[in-house]
Nanobody, 123 residues
Framework: VQLQASGGGLVQAGGSLRLDCAAS????????VGWFRQAPGKERAFVAT????????DYADSVKGRFTISRDNAKNRVYLQMNSLKPVDTAVYYC?????????????????WGQGTLVTVSS
């Protein structure tokens, strides 16, 4: 499965961005998917995940209430709506496919990684 993320860019604090991830084939529609991010000088960290049906989600505490993950299995796409962005949200964001249909937080549960898209939030 190849994952192509887009939608990153430069935004001022308080602004919004929507990340879009396209999967190369329908295998991803049977698996949970998610987003991780890696800030400069830090390790990759969990951001959000959604089950294969799209009926349950989970978020890192740092983004809860500001970010929303969703998916469209018919289009093989995953989205991350990011509102009220803060400078600490600056990172490369990676869309990922999990090893099963269940939500996950650990990078150990990731089967496929996308190439990443850079989000920069200015103060």
């Amino acid at each position: 499965v190849q994952l192509q993320a887009s939608g990153g860019g430069l935004v001022q604090a308080g602004g919004s961005l929507r990340l879009d991830c396209a999967a190369s084939r329908r295998t991803a529609s049977n698996n949970a998917v998610g987003w991780f991010r890696q800030a400069p000088g830090k390790e990759r960290a969990f951001v959000a995940t959604i089950s294969w049906r799209g009926d349950t989600t989970d978020y890192a505490d740092s983004v809860k209430g500001r970010f929303t993950i969703s998916r469209d299995n018919a289009k093989n796409r995953v989205y991350l709506q990011m509102n009220s962005l803060k400078p600490v949200d600056t990172a490369v964001y990676y869309c990922v496919v999990g090893r099963s249909g269940h939500r996950f937080r650990s990078s150990q549960s990731v089967q496929y990684w996308g190439q990443g898209t850079l989000v920069t939030v200015s103060s």
